[in-house]
């Protein structure tokens, strides 16, 4: 039992009680603005959300809906047995509410029917979140006329559409979809949704594509991931030049083939953060059949991984002496084993680029021009790659002149997948450069994974007079550091997977620890 006089209660939890039954006329939670029930039962729910302030018998006559509770805002509903739509009573209720999170109701089919569209039409003005998470056989979020989506159709036929959406999401700012594996389709008039900023849509493996009317010109993110069925994302030209999405994140979605399937799109000209990763059957970013040029001033970070198929990138080609990716600060390949060349816009325009990362691209042989478009970076503060492929143009790649360097990493060996073996590079047992190549800027310098490296150079850190940070990981067969000529400036020294050193730089007693001493922080693994 519940008791009776809360007058102070702002939340209300109740989990996983089958049997919970509420007398709703004798409880009063005048101060309650939140509301969870989980694994209780639908008329428990009801109950809940009737219950009234202690207001006397005239006033609840004079005004009936002065006996609900209006205030709350958030309402999160979970395991609720029979709930195959959203009961009227929610909508009718609670005027106020601006969140709604349904969860594991595995009933669920829909939130309304159609004939119910009108009376709901005028409901919870102050919806703007709504989630549905691991509802399996949810296949709409509301059902919609057959003929709503003909291309010829008046604009007062749309308007008549869009006066007929529910309330519950002609306001909606986030939407989140979760592991919903029934859902087909999100509602032809998604483009209408004209507060929607935010759009998730998780695990939804029926789901083939997005509403050929596009998204809302006000969509700001959209993150997809773990859709098994899900093609391409935008669908006609108009979708793209009207849309100002800064964010697309796709993971997972191992039918995709490519973002933009219409003939002549390119990305949003307002994206800043692209990110695609596992998408096993991605070949190009845009339509492969069309010019592949790629035209965002205000792309700013790009990160592409273990997209089995991508074979290059779009051209990056000035437009009306601008520079497309003039704001790009970040740009991350990794496990893009197909990956053949990189245009050389991507580093012309990108003057920028602050973080540069390039790993498992194994048909990767060279960055543009045999590699001497890397001068272009003049910002460029971090730079991560395998060089194995590369070794015998390492000198030509003009690491000196990277003024702005302060992060170098060099792995020796190239993982091809998450889930795969790395493949053993083609270095030898000395490291390929000494410090001449390197520039005086370097703080942190790692290096990773040469299988076969016995030595290091003496000449290695000659250059170095600001490095601070050493890491040395992967590297089983070296037996020696040149730790004479270690630099002074160094706070840190960590070796890892390199048992032929661990005893020599142990603490007090290693051979090299005379000359480790002075470093604060030594760790060997």
């Not at 996983?16 to 029930?37: D, K, R, W, Y």
Request: with cysteine; charged share 25%.
């Amino acid at each position: 039992m519940m008791p009776k006089d809360l007058p102070c209660l702002n939340n209300l939890n109740i989990s996983e009680c089958p049997q919970f039954l509420v007398e709703g006329s004798s409880i009063s939670l005048p101060s309650l603005t939140s509301i969870a029930m989980n694994d209780v039962p639908l008329t428990s729910l009801q109950a809940v959300l009737e219950m009234r302030s202690m207001v006397d018998d005239e006033l609840i006559s004079a005004n009936a809906k002065s006996k609900h509770p209006s205030s709350i805002t958030s309402l999160s509903i979970g395991m609720i047995k029979k709930l195959e739509l959203l009961p009227k009573w929610v909508t009718h209720w609670l005027m106020e509410l601006e969140a709604l999170e349904i969860t594991s109701c595995e009933e669920l089919k829909t939130l309304w029917k159609k004939e119910e569209r009108v009376q709901h039409s005028l409901s919870l003005p102050a919806f703007r979140h709504l989630k549905i998470k691991g509802c399996p056989q949810l296949v709409s979020l509301f059902e919609e006329d057959e003929d709503e989506d003909n291309k010829g159709q008046h604009e007062q036929q749309q308007q008549q559409q869009q006066e007929g959406l529910p309330c519950i999401v002609r306001r909606l700012e986030h939407l989140t979809i979760d592991n919903c594996e029934k859902l087909e389709k999100l509602p032809r008039l998604l483009h209408s949704f004209t507060f929607l900023g935010e759009l998730y849509v998780y695990k939804c493996s029926s789901l083939s594509s997005f509403p050929e009317t596009g998204f809302p010109c006000t969509l700001k993110t959209l993150r997809i991931g773990d859709c098994e069925a899900l093609q391409s994302l935008f669908g006609c030209l108009t979708q793209i030049n009207d849309s100002n999405l800064q964010v697309l994140d796709v993971q997972d979605c191992p039918s995709l083939t490519c973002l933009i399937s219409c003939r002549g799109g390119g990305l949003p000209p307002t994206l800043k953060e692209l990110e695609i990763i596992r998408c096993k059957k991605l070949e190009a970013l845009l339509v492969v059949d069309e010019g592949m040029e790629i035209t965002c001033p205000s792309l700013e970070s790009v990160g592409i991984s273990y997209c089995d198929r991508l074979k290059y990138l779009p051209d990056a080609l000035p437009n009306n002496n601008n520079n497309n990716l003039r704001n790009l600060s970040r740009l991350y390949l990794d496990g893009c084993k197909n990956l053949e060349y990189i245009p050389e816009g991507w580093f012309h325009s990108a003057t920028s680029l602050a973080h540069l990362t390039i790993r498992g691209c194994k048909k990767l042989k060279a960055l543009p021009h045999g590699l001497q478009s890397i001068n272009y970076l003049t910002s460029l503060q971090l730079l991560e790659m395998n060089i194995s492929q590369w070794n015998n143009n390492f000198k030509k790649i003009g690491l000196r002149s990277l003024s702005s360097l302060r992060r170098l990493s060099i792995s020796g060996t190239i993982r091809v997948a998450e889930d795969e073996e790395e493949e053993e590079g083609v270095a030898g047992s000395s490291f390929p450069i000494d410090g001449k190549l390197l520039p005086t800027s370097l703080i942190s310098f790692w290096i990773e994974d040469f299988r076969n490296l016995e030595k290091l150079s003496s000449k290695l850190f000659q250059n170095l007079a600001s490095l601070e940070y050493l890491h040395i990981w992967g590297c089983p067969r070296l037996k020696s550091l040149p730790v004479q000529r270690l630099p002074p400036s160094l706070k840190r020294l960590s070796t890892w997977r390199c048992p032929r050193l661990t005893g020599k730089c142990e603490k007090g007693k290693g051979k090299y620890w005379p000359h480790l001493a002075h470093i604060p922080d030594v760790q060997c693994f």
